[in-house]
């Protein structure tokens, strides 16, 4: 993994759903469920986000910080070509 972010997207049952945004090393595959199985196995179901996205780059300000949220609106709001490759619900 390059670098990630945990966002809180709105859910109308829970009120929040925990969503992480990975970003993988050049060269590196996983898929979104191989990282929450991961994730599952290290800190149990309750830390475990529900949703995992798959991007090729995170926003970034100049100072090189991840922008958690315009992650949070291009997650719900999403534009062609924003860099999605895979998503797991869970």
């Known amino acids: 993994m390059q670098d990630s972010a945990v966002v809180g997207l709105r859910d ?3 009120g929040e759903r925990v969503t992480a945004v990975v970003q993988l090393r050049t060269g ?3 898929t979104a469920g191989e990282l929450t199985a991961f994730v ?8 475990t986000p529900k949703q995992v996205e ?6 970034r300000s100049k ?3 991840v922008l958690k949220a315009d992650i949070t609106t291009r997650l719900t709001d999403p534009e062609p070509g924003s860099g999605a490759s895979q998503r797991s619900a869970g």
């Open 12 to 14: 109308d049952r829970w």
């Open 28 to 30: 590196q595959q996983a």
């Open 40 to 47: 599952k196995e290290r800190l149990g179901s309750v830390k």
């Open 54 to 59: 798959l991007r090729s780059d995170l926003p």
């Open 63 to 65: 100072l090189g910080k």
